[in-house]
C-alpha cells in the first residue's frame, strides 16, 4: 500500500479498478485547514488524464507494471505481432495498444512492452529511431532564407516536417519521445 503523501513523478497505484501513474504532484499546506496532494494521474492502459486532489492519509495499492524487450515482426491488419526474445513466443496486440509506438517501429525493430499482471495494455518504441524517406517534395536552391519545413513520409507511413535540403532516400534520426521530432540525418 502507498499513502498519498509519499505520490512523487512515476509512482504506479491502483484507484477505482484502474491502473494510475503520477504525472504531477503537489504537496499543499494552507494556512488553514487540512493538508491536501494535488496531482495530475494518467490511466496507464487507456490513457486518460485526470487532475485529483487526495487526503494525505488515502492508502492505495502500489500496482507494479513489467517491462519486457520484444521485436515487432508483422502486422496482419488486425492484429500487430511481437515476439519475446526468450522464449520465441509470438504476442499478438491490437491497434489501440499499439497506437504511440507504431508510427516508428518497423519490422524487426526491438521495442519495450509494458504487462499489468501479465496481460499486455502498451508498447513503447525506442527513444530514437533512424528512418528512411520514401517521399517529399525536392528543396529548391534559395529556399533556405528562412527556418522553413516541409513534409516528408517515412518509411514507416508517418508523415514528418524536416527541413528544405532533405530527399526521398535520406535516413532521418527522429526523437519519439514528444510525438516524432526531426534530429537529423543520420
Known amino acids: 500500500m502507498i499513502n498519498a503523501s509519499d505520490f512523487r513523478n512515476g509512482v504506479t497505484f491502483e484507484m477505482d479498478g484502474g491502473v494510475w501513474t503520477i504525472v504531477e504532484f503537489l504537496h ?17 492502459v487507456t490513457g486518460a488524464v485526470l487532475e485529483r486532489t487526495f487526503n494525505p492519509t488515502e492508502k492505495f495499492p502500489r500496482a507494479y507494471i513489467e517491462t519486457k524487450e520484444m521485436e515487432y515482426l508483422y502486422n496482419d491488419g488486425d492484429f500487430y505481432y511481437f ?11 491490437t ?9 516508428f517501429v518497423k519490422e524487426n525493430t ?15 518504441a525506442p527513444n530514437f ?25 517515412l518509411e514507416t507511413g508517418f508523415v514528418l516536417q524536416v527541413p528544405l535540403f532533405i530527399n ?17 540525418r543520420a
Open 129 to 153: 529511431v533512424e528512418l528512411e524517406v520514401v517521399d517529399t517534395e525536392p528543396g529548391f536552391k534559395g529556399d533556405t532564407a528562412t527556418n522553413t519545413y516541409k513534409p516528408a513520409t
Open 110 to 124: 526491438t521495442v519495450t512492452v509494458r504487462f499489468f499482471k501479465g496481460s499486455a495494455f502498451s508498447v513503447q
Open 83 to 93: 515476439m519475446d526474445q526468450e522464449t520465441f513466443e509470438q504476442l499478438p496486440l
Open 168 to 184: 526521398v532516400g535520406d535516413k532521418l534520426k527522429i526523437d519519439t519521445r514528444e510525438g516524432g521530432e526531426y534530429l537529423g
Open 28 to 44: 499543499v499546506k494552507p494556512g488553514k485547514g487540512a493538508a491536501f496532494v494535488r496531482t495530475k494521474i494518467k490511466n496507464v
Open 95 to 103: 491497434h489501440d495498444q499499439v497506437a504511440d509506438a507504431i508510427p
